[in-house]
Structures are given as structure tokens and as C-alpha cells.
């Protein structure tokens, strides 16, 4: 991939996604990329080599043409360096299955994958070895939504285009595409269902504990914001919140210390991810606090994977709303439209469901939208990742 072409991709990329979404705009179609060392042991070639003009048409043509094509379609691997935020739970585990799969070498790529650890500034070091590594694609799931600007202004300098995945980064605009759930929303549907449950069971006041995820991660931040602001409409108390940073043993450690602070005096617990719920009931288990839907406690969750929804089918979990992990495909298309020449959207989002039992099911809405819930059952769980 030549980098002086990528970088009139991405500017005109950028200058375009700050006007408007979608379409495939017009954009410099890409040059005759050199033949991949492959190719020399395909069977020979029987003419000579186009000339470099006619070679950059016919492949922008061909291009055109077989827009479905696999990317790797001229017989040379795309380079993808993905900054993952970790392994802290089973929804990163899914989102970085996704990937590898997705950006496999049968798929047409090389993908340099890091593992950052929850570690930021572990995750700038992977971004500036991709610089390094003269990859052609970036992909960055950013672990807090600041502290991008310069790093993004060096990988625009050095051509390289790069797409956000899942969490968003908050204080720089200089990147091609995001693609992931609406946070917001996601903690506002959590409030919303709330009320409209505990209206259903007749419980009027509500005592909630939070157990944030990791602090000034945008999911933290949406999820965090859209459940507060359902809260402090109805006038709940929020009696504390604290991160557990995402993983099980965090959310049992937070959980053990408000069960000592907070005994017999909450009524609901909201954790921002699956793993945080696990945790959490195991120390309530430990002190011995009922929850989920025939308990003392609303015990509500986020993520909805595999292991969440049986939480949910074992009448642990109340609630579960859904943060689909699944957004390398997306991705990949960005990718494929860059590769092409065109101008990808500039936010995708991905779309995700809310999960209860039966009886927990009720009707609501958010900002004036109605929602609607998906029963757990056998099949909704097998069919989840
Ligand atoms: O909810 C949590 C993970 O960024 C949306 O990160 C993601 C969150 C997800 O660790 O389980």
C-alpha cells in the first residue's frame, strides 16, 4: 500500500466525515500497489507487465468491479495492527475472537494484534510500534477516551488511517470511522426498564449501588451518565458507585465492601459489565443479600454474553443489556471501502438487545422511543457469543 496515496485517502476522508455520513464518494482511486512476493512463485506471468499507467487503471477498473471481492484479491496480505484494551472479560474475549477471525491471512491480512492489559500507556506504545511497522491500517480500542490527539496526529502524519472500535475516543477527531454500541442509551434503556419494572412491582423507592467500569472508558462514561439521568429525573438514590474496572474480582471486591457499608440498605445493583455481576454475586452470596428476580436486590447488567444470559435464565441476574462484541465485520468493510478509494461512514453503530425473563419483560421507552426486550431462553443463549 502506497502511503502517500493513503494519506489524500484519509484527509479527504476526514474532511468528508465531518460534513456527512454514508455514500461512497468519489475519492483518488488507489494506485498499482507493487507485486507481493507471492505472486513471483505463482506461475509465471505469460505477458510483460503493463505499463504503470495502465496498470493503475486496470486495477482501479477491477477494483470498481469486484467490490466484494476479498481484499486480498492482488495477492498481497493488508497490514492491520489492532491495540486491544485487554482480556478482562468475556465480552473482550469475544470482541478479540471476532477480530482474529475477521483479519485472518485467509481473509487477506496480517494482523499485529496487542494485548494491552487495561494499561494506557501501553496502548499508545502499540499504536507508535504500528507507526513503526509501516502497517496500513490501524485499528484502536481505545482503553479511556482521552489522551489520543498526538498519536493520532503522528499517524496521519505517517499515512495510515485509523478506525475505532467499540469505546470512542473523545478528544481527537483525527481518525477515519468508529464502529460500536451507544453507551448512552445503553444506560438509559438500564434506567428506564427500571422504572417501568419497579413501577410493575410496586416499589417505590430505590436505593441503587453502581459498579462502574473502568474509569473514563467511554462505556463507563454512557453507561454511568444514561442510568444517573433516569435516576436523578425519578429521584432514586444513588447511594454510591465505584469501579470495579470490568473484571469479576474487581466487582466482588467493590460489592464486599458496600454489602459491609450499605447493609440492608439497597435495593438495587447495577454493574457495567457481566464480569463485575459475577463478583458482585458472589460476595452477595457471601453475605448473604437475595437477588435477581425473586430476591431483595434488582441485580442489573450489561454485555448480555453467553455466560451473562445464564445469569439471567437462573434468575440471578434481573436485566441484561446487550453490548453487541461483534464489530470486526464492520470494520472490515471500512477497510474495504478505504481500500477501494471510497469514503467510509464516519460512525457505525452497532444495534443491541435488552434480555430478561418473562416476567421481567415490561414495556418502556428511551428519549420517546419505544423499546422492546428479548425473553431468554435455550436458543437465545446458544445463539449468543
Ligand atoms: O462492556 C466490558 C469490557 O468496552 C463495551 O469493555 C466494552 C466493555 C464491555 O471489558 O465487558
Known amino acids: 500500500m502506497k502511503k502517500k ?14 460534513i456527512a455520513c454514508g455514500g461512497e464518494a468519489a475519492a483518488p482511486a488507489p494506485a498499482a500497489e507493487e507485486p507481493a512476493a507471492e505472486e513471483a512463485e505463482e506461475p509465471a506471468a505469460e505477458e510483460e507487465a503493463p505499463a504503470e499507467e495502465e496498470a493503475a487503471e486496470e486495477e482501479a477498473a477491477e477494483e470498481e468491479a469486484t467490490e466484494e471481492e476479498a481484499p486480498a484479491a492482488s495477492g498481497e496480505l493488508i497490514n492491520v495492527g489492532f491495540a486491544q484494551v485487554g482480556h478482562e472479560s468475556d465480552w473482550r474475549t469475544a470482541s478479540t475472537k471476532s477480530c ?37 491500517y490501524i485499528i484502536i480500542d481505545p482503553i479511556v477516551s482521552t489522551g489520543w490527539d498526538t498519536v493520532l496526529g503522528e499517524c496521519e502524519d505517517a499515512g495510515i488511517p485509523v478506525v475505532v472500535i467499540d469505546r470512542t475516543i473523545d478528544d481527537s477527531d483525527k481518525y477515519v470511522s468508529w464502529v460500536g454500541s451507544d453507551f448512552l442509551t445503553e444506560g438509559k434503556a438500564a434506567g428506564e426498564w427500571l422504572k417501568a419494572y419497579a413501577e410493575k412491582k410496586g416499589i417505590s423507592e430505590i436505593n441503587a449501588l453502581i459498579i462502574q467500569g473502568t474509569t473514563g472508558s467511554s462505556a463507563q462514561i454512557g453507561r454511568t451518565d444514561g442510568f444517573s439521568e433516569v435516576a436523578e429525573r425519578e429521584g432514586w438514590t444513588i447511594l454510591d458507585k465505584q469501579t470495579g ?10 460489592m464486599e465492601s458496600f454489602c459491609k457499608s450499605y447493609e440492608g440498605k439497597f435495593n438495587v445493583v447495577v454493574c457495567e459489565n457481566d464480569n463485575e455481576a459475577f463478583g458482585a454475586m458472589t460476595a452477595m452470596d457471601n453475605a448473604g443479600v437475595s437477588y435477581g428476580p425473586d ?14 444470559l445464564k445469569e439471567v435464565q437462573a434468575g440471578k441476574i434481573t436485566a441484561d443489556f446487550e453490548c453487541n462484541p461483534l464489530a470486526a465485520p464492520t470494520v472490515e468493510k471500512v477497510i474495504q471501502t478505504l481500500q477501494s478509494g471510497g469514503t467510509p461512514e464516519a460512525q457505525i453503530l452497532v444495534p443491541d438487545n435488552w434480555y430478561a425473563l418473562k416476567d421481567q419483560i415490561v414495556d418502556f421507552s428511551v428519549d420517546g422511543n419505544a423499546q422492546s426486550m428479548t425473553e431468554v431462553t435455550d436458543a437465545v443463549i446458544e445463539a449468543q457469543y
Open 5 to 18: 496515496v493513503l494519506s489524500v485517502i484519509l484527509a479527504s476522508t476526514m474532511a468528508f466525515s465531518l
Open 100 to 136: 482474529q477471525d475477521v483479519f485472518s491471512e485467509a481473509n487477506g491480512y496480517n494482523l499485529s494484534f496487542v494485548d494491552c492489559d487495561n494499561d494506557s500507556a501501553a496502548q499508545l506504545e502499540a499504536v507508535r510500534s504500528f507507526i513503526e511497522q509501516d502497517v496500513d
Open 245 to 254: 474496572d470490568f473484571t469479576e474480582a474487581g466487582g466482588q471486591e467493590v
Open 295 to 308: 430476591g431483595d436486590v434488582i441485580l442489573i447488567s450489561y454485555d448480555a454474553c453467553t455466560a451473562g
